[in-house]
């Protein structure tokens, strides 16, 4: 497994690329935090989509009837296995590790 900080300069597009390479994926959602402990958020929902908007300074994720915000991130971590996006992290505002984990994709024979 190999996980590596994405640039500041890069959190829209690499999220834009996340977007698009994982549509329709199912996903959890877990918040770590000093403050609140560790938090189940989602639960296999679906992947709309994942941006970032550096005018708000909010990472934004979407499913069909869910949406996510984490605000003023401080950094963003991908983990990847064999170049498959397993899992994205992002420190917030307050300092708690958001951890999306994708779902591994069904291989049809």
Request: proline share 2%; hydrophobic share 35%.
């Given at each position: ?14 999220l ?29 929902i ?64």
């Amino acid at each position: 497994m190999n996980t590596y900080q994405i640039k500041t300069t890069e959190w829209q597009s690499q999220l834009d690329n996340v977007s698009r390479k994982l549509e329709s994926r199912k996903l959890d959602i877990d918040i770590i935090g000093m403050d609140i402990g560790s938090q189940h958020e989602a639960n296999a929902i679906v992947f709309k989509g994942m941006a970032y908007d550096p005018v708000s300074d909010v990472v934004e994720i979407s499913s069909e009837d869910f949406e996510h915000r984490i605000y003023s991130p401080s950094a963003i971590y991908l983990t990847e296995e064999q170049e498959h996006i397993k899992s994205i992290e992002i420190i917030d505002g307050e300092d708690r590790r958001q951890i999306i984990t994708f779902a591994d994709q069904l291989l049809l024979s």
